[in-house]
Nanobody, 126 residues
């Protein structure tokens, strides 16, 4: 079973930056990885995915501001968040799939990520 733990959240003013990390005891190398977020009263949203070959996909809401990356040697996934907005306030989770990412926008389907870790809260004030 994949065990994931996200960290790096916090409170920041609009326009600021945060870098989230996600570690695992197991290797990430052979599956799709993603970052999801959920704000109070809203559905969980997949905002970024990174495939086994490093291909990335982003939701329109974060494209151009967030960057997903991974260091397979350290079993660590990252999310660099720049130009943060109050609407980015949410609990952020890292997650893993069972295989390569689905193609295109299908990579951002939450059902593609059956394995979850503990979340980290991000709060952006205006």
């Amino acid at each position: 079973q994949v065990q994931l733990a996200a960290s790096g959240g916090g409170s920041v003013q609009a326009g600021g930056s945060l870098r989230l990390s996600c570690t695992s005891e197991h290797s990430y190398g052979s599956v799709c990885l993603g970052w999801l977020r959920q704000a109070p009263g809203q559905e969980r949203e997949v905002i970024a995915a990174i495939d086994t070959d490093g291909t990335t996909t982003y939701a329109a809401s974060v494209k151009g501001r967030f960057t997903v990356s991974k260091d397979s040697s350290k079993n660590t996934l990252y999310l660099q968040m720049d130009s943060l907005k109050p609407e980015d306030t949410a609990m952020y989770y890292c997650a893993a799939g069972r295989d390569d990412c689905f193609p295109g926008v299908l990579a951002l389907v939450s059902g593609a990520f059956p394995f979850w870790g503990q979340g980290t809260q991000v709060t952006v004030s205006s």
